[in-house]
């Protein structure tokens, strides 16, 4: 058999090696097979993705110095679509070869003979009978479809309220690609949602045309789910975000429902956005991409407006009960009346009520622990943790100061580590202290607490949320754990303690996290035949979006919230690309932020001008380092340029072999 040459790329985790280097190979091997390589001057196997072949050598490389592939792989390959789309996150995202491979190729290694493992190969189908779609629901349904049959590759942004029936139009879109013979992904925010939506896929689609990928799988299931997509045995592929690198063929639609979720946007390296990811996979089979959410995203609502996205709209339920009656309780007028407790009198009130007539109660509180900061009455110094200079939150079921960044748990104090001061003193409420105050006031009552604490494995969420959804638990109570996308029946009230809590957070988007949060909340209650109560504690209950989430009016908060944006120039008018760099030694890391800003500054890019200086990362959790960062609005049109540029500078960076390390990250949802 004849010899060609080939570009492959090693799976090494080194920006030295981020390249594509040329080997010989066997005329059988084919663009995304994985192989194997002699490297380096000891010709140590490596692995490697083949990413193109019927490659000519450069004339100044001697063809008799040029190795030779060792192995392929006979089970894991990549299609020319894959391929393509992992260097296209390459410079999309300012990342190595190595970082994109990883999202596409399986964890874990082969299962030995008859012992693959099925994850929710338990799980109960659940059907749910659907007599006629609304005229809503068949409209945005036909739309859809029309433009599958077309290969127009559109994509849709399916604004609907809660309970309108988007599930509905999710299952009829899936059923028609696999009609004409594709394949489909949907995607939701929360590992915690899989469960759910596993039952209403198994409700109307064979068990063995679904697999499932999340984080939470072992390696041996994630391997196995996988192969299946891979070998064309499951043609659905459902989970989390990394659902969208599911190795499927000719992919008709992918859905991500519940859109707006930062969730989407991957905080860990690579800091991939899915909804990209989602586009780029879907101009090599012109399928649609549908984005689904009761509040869509500013940046999804504005581009609907400007017509990059086709915007459908249901804006009634789909059994027709009316939206929820939202009332806003001020805590401010509470407190002067000598109430200092956690829950309104109000709240109270409708629990008992609600509790007395069969109904369940959801209370949503964004904060886990007991109380969310500790600190010193005389000088005011919050408790921090030593390693990540977050402040502490007080757990008191394990008598602990917990650091909720790197989990780290340390034995309260009797003094002030700063004055020495014995006024240690808690402050704020969490998920913690809520759960005690509602068993205080209810203990007839059967109540559970969903959040990290408590929700530590896949097995144990789905428990607490089977035993809502039947009835068992009267009270649930929990962060957004339990305002993302779930469907019970039998809740009549949602407290929501503190809707303050989001608002406060230094990002510009807390304004729109609050609307979002509090209106999916909101959500939960009335989807049966009656309608639901919602009642929100604040503070400043005069707040634009507070009042939008109230009154059910996303268009309001939308107009409000985006001439805001357009005046401070924040997405989606620009993109806020961060340059973070971290060294053992403070001085280091400074010094490579301050070069880059001026590095990007003589560049002449669009915006280099208003480069923030360089800050120190206070929510840095690297132990024994420092991390400093710079900041730039870059706007429409200028990302790209901006990416090409740092990785430039981060390429200098490793020449000059400084022990400093770069990270490149567009439009974080975390704070630096």
Same mark, same amino acid.
């Given at each position: 058999?004849?010899?060609?040459?080939?570009?492959?790329?090693?799976?090494?985790?080194?920006?030295?090696?981020?390249?594509?280097?040329?080997?010989?190979?066997?005329?059988?091997?084919?663009?995304?097979?994985?192989?194997?390589?002699?490297?380096?001057?000891?010709?140590?196997?490596?692995?490697?993705?083949?990413?193109?072949?019927?490659?000519?050598?450069?004339?100044?490389?001697?063809?008799?110095?040029?190795?030779?592939?060792?192995?392929?792989?006979?089970?894991?390959?990549?299609?020319?679509?894959?391929?393509?789309?992992?260097?296209?996150?390459?410079?999309?995202?300012?990342?190595?070869?190595?970082?994109?491979?990883?999202?596409?190729?399986?964890?874990?290694?082969?299962?030995?003979?008859?012992?693959?493992?099925?994850?929710?190969?338990?799980?109960?189908?659940?059907?749910?009978?659907?007599?006629?779609?609304?005229?809503?629901?068949?409209?945005?349904?036909?739309?859809?479809?029309?433009?599958?049959?077309?290969?127009?590759?559109?994509?849709?942004?399916?604004?609907?309220?809660?309970?309108?029936?988007?599930?509905?139009?999710?299952?009829?879109?899936?059923?028609?690609?696999?009609?004409?013979?594709?394949?489909?992904?949907?995607?939701?925010?929360?590992?915690?949602?899989?469960?759910?939506?596993?039952?209403?896929?198994?409700?109307?689609?064979?068990?063995?045309?679904?697999?499932?990928?999340?984080?939470?799988?072992?390696?041996?299931?994630?391997?196995?789910?996988?192969?299946?997509?891979?070998?064309?045995?499951?043609?659905?592929?459902?989970?989390?975000?990394?659902?969208?690198?599911?190795?499927?063929?000719?992919?008709?639609?992918?859905?991500?429902?519940?859109?707006?979720?930062?969730?989407?946007?991957?905080?860990?390296?690579?800091?991939?956005?899915?909804?990209?990811?989602?586009?780029?996979?879907?101009?090599?089979?012109?399928?649609?991409?549908?984005?689904?959410?009761?509040?869509?995203?500013?940046?999804?609502?504005?581009?609907?407006?400007?017509?990059?996205?086709?915007?459908?709209?249901?804006?009634?339920?789909?059994?027709?009960?009316?939206?929820?009656?939202?009332?806003?309780?001020?805590?401010?007028?509470?407190?002067?009346?000598?109430?200092?407790?956690?829950?309104?009198?109000?709240?109270?009130?409708?629990?008992?009520?609600?509790?007395?007539?069969?109904?369940?109660?959801?209370?949503?509180?964004?904060?886990?622990?007991?109380?969310?900061?500790?600190?010193?009455?005389?000088?005011?110094?919050?408790?921090?943790?030593?390693?990540?200079?977050?402040?502490?939150?007080?757990?008191?079921?394990?008598?602990?100061?917990?650091?909720?960044?790197?989990?780290?748990?340390? $034995?309260?104090?009797?003094?002030?580590?700063?004055?020495?001061?014995?006024?240690?003193?808690?402050?704020?409420?969490?998920?913690?202290?809520?759960?005690?105050?509602?068993?205080?006031?209810?203990?007839?009552?059967?109540?559970?607490?969903?959040?990290?604490?408590?929700?530590?494995?896949?097995?144990?969420?789905?428990?607490?949320?089977?035993?809502?959804?039947?009835?068992?638990?009267?009270?649930?109570?929990?962060?957004?754990?339990?305002?993302?996308?779930?469907?019970?029946?039998?809740?009549?009230?949602?407290?929501?303690?503190?809707?303050?809590?989001?608002?406060?957070?230094?990002?510009?988007?807390?304004?729109?996290?609050?609307?979002?949060?509090?209106?999916?909340?909101?959500?939960?209650?009335?989807?049966?035949?009656?309608?639901?109560?919602?009642?929100?504690?604040?503070?400043?209950?005069?707040?634009?979006?507070?009042?939008?989430?109230?009154?059910?009016?996303?268009?309001?908060?939308?107009?409000?919230?985006?001439?805001?944006?357009?005046?401070?120039?924040? $997405?989606?008018?620009?993109?806020?690309?961060?340059?973070?760099?971290?060294?053992?030694?403070?001085?280091?890391?400074?010094?490579?932020?301050?070069?880059?800003?001026?590095?990007?500054?003589?560049?002449?890019?669009?915006?280099?001008?208003?480069?923030?200086?360089?800050?120190?990362?206070?929510?840095?959790?690297?132990?024994?380092?420092?991390?400093?960062?710079?900041?730039?609005?870059?706007?429409?049109?200028?990302?790209?340029?901006?990416?090409?540029?740092?990785?430039?500078?981060?390429?200098?960076?490793?020449?000059?072999?400084?022990?400093?390390?770069?990270?490149?990250?567009?439009?974080?949802?975390?704070?630096?």
């Amino acid at each position: 058999m004849g010899k060609q040459y080939v570009n492959l790329i090693l799976d090494q985790n080194s920006w030295h090696t981020d390249a594509e280097f040329t080997y010989a190979a066997e005329e059988s091997v084919r663009a995304g097979d994985l192989a194997e390589v002699p490297f380096g001057k000891g010709n140590r196997l490596k692995r490697a993705l083949v990413t193109e072949t019927g490659v000519l050598p450069s004339e100044e490389i001697d063809p008799s110095r040029i190795k030779e592939i060792a192995s392929v792989d006979p089970q894991i390959h990549l299609n020319e679509e894959m391929v393509r789309t992992m260097q296209w996150m390459r410079q999309r995202y300012g990342i190595k070869y190595y970082d994109a491979l990883h999202c596409f190729i399986p964890p874990g290694k082969p299962a030995k003979p008859g012992k693959s493992k099925r994850p929710y190969a338990r799980t109960k189908g659940e059907v749910q009978e659907v007599e006629a779609l609304t005229d809503e629901q068949a409209a945005a349904v036909g739309r859809i479809e029309d433009s599958m049959n077309q290969g127009k590759g559109e994509i849709f942004l399916l604004h609907g309220v809660t309970s309108s029936g988007k599930t509905e139009v999710y299952m009829r879109v899936i059923q028609h690609a696999l009609d004409m013979g594709k394949t489909a992904i949907l995607l939701v925010p929360e590992i915690a949602l899989t469960e759910q939506i596993v039952r209403r896929l198994l409700g109307r689609f064979d068990r063995e045309e679904i697999a499932v990928l999340h984080s939470k799988l072992t390696r041996r299931e994630r391997f196995d789910e996988w192969m299946r997509l891979r070998n064309g045995e499951a043609h659905i592929a459902v989970g989390a975000r990394i659902g969208v690198f599911a190795p499927l063929e000719n992919i008709g639609v992918i859905i991500l429902d519940e859109e707006h979720e930062s969730t989407y946007k991957s905080d860990q390296t690579p800091k991939y956005e899915t909804v990209d990811v989602a586009v780029k996979r879907l101009m090599y089979t012109k399928g649609v991409l549908v984005l689904g959410s009761a509040t869509p995203s500013v940046v999804s609502y504005e581009r609907a407006r400007e017509g990059l996205y086709t915007l459908i709209e249901l804006k009634k339920r789909y059994n027709k009960t009316p939206l929820p009656l939202v009332e806003m309780v001020d805590m401010r007028t509470e407190l002067r009346s000598g109430n200092t407790g956690i829950f309104s009198r109000r709240l109270l009130s409708s629990m008992k009520g609600t509790l007395a007539s069969g109904k369940q109660v959801i209370l949503f509180q964004n904060r886990r622990g007991y109380s969310t900061f500790i600190s010193c009455r005389d000088c005011g110094e919050a408790l921090r943790c030593p390693d990540c200079g977050i402040s502490l939150v007080y757990h008191k079921h394990e008598h602990a100061a917990v650091c909720h960044y790197c989990g780290r748990k340390f $034995p309260l104090p009797e003094k002030c580590p700063s004055c020495g001061s014995r006024r240690i003193k808690y402050f704020g409420v969490g998920t913690e202290q809520v759960e005690e105050t509602a068993a205080r006031e209810f203990p007839e009552a059967r109540i559970e607490r969903l959040d990290l604490d408590t929700a530590k494995n896949r097995t144990e969420i789905n428990r607490m949320i089977r035993s809502f959804s039947k009835g068992e638990t009267n009270i649930l109570i929990g962060t957004q754990l339990v305002a993302k996308g779930l469907d019970f029946r039998n809740v009549g009230l949602v407290g929501v303690i503190s809707a303050d809590v989001s608002l406060n957070i230094p990002d510009y988007r807390s304004t729109e996290r609050t609307f979002q949060l509090v209106t999916q909340v909101a959500g939960r209650a009335g989807r049966g035949s009656e309608q639901g109560l919602v009642i929100v504690q604040s503070y400043t209950p005069d707040n634009f979006a507070l009042q939008a989430a109230a009154s059910h009016d996303y268009l309001s908060f939308f107009k409000q919230e985006i001439v805001i944006r357009k005046f401070m120039e924040y $997405p989606p008018f620009t993109d806020l690309i961060v340059a973070a760099f971290t060294s053992e030694n403070e001085q280091t890391a400074m010094e490579m932020a301050e070069r880059c800003k001026t590095y990007l500054e003589r560049a002449g890019l669009p915006n280099a001008d208003k480069i923030l200086m360089p800050r120190l990362s206070m929510n840095f959790k690297g132990k024994d380092s420092f991390r400093y960062h710079i900041m730039v609005k870059a706007p429409r049109g200028s990302r790209n340029k901006y990416i090409y540029y740092l990785r430039y500078f981060n390429r200098s960076i490793l020449k000059q072999k400084i022990d400093c390390a770069m990270l490149i990250d567009v439009n974080a949802y975390s704070s630096y």
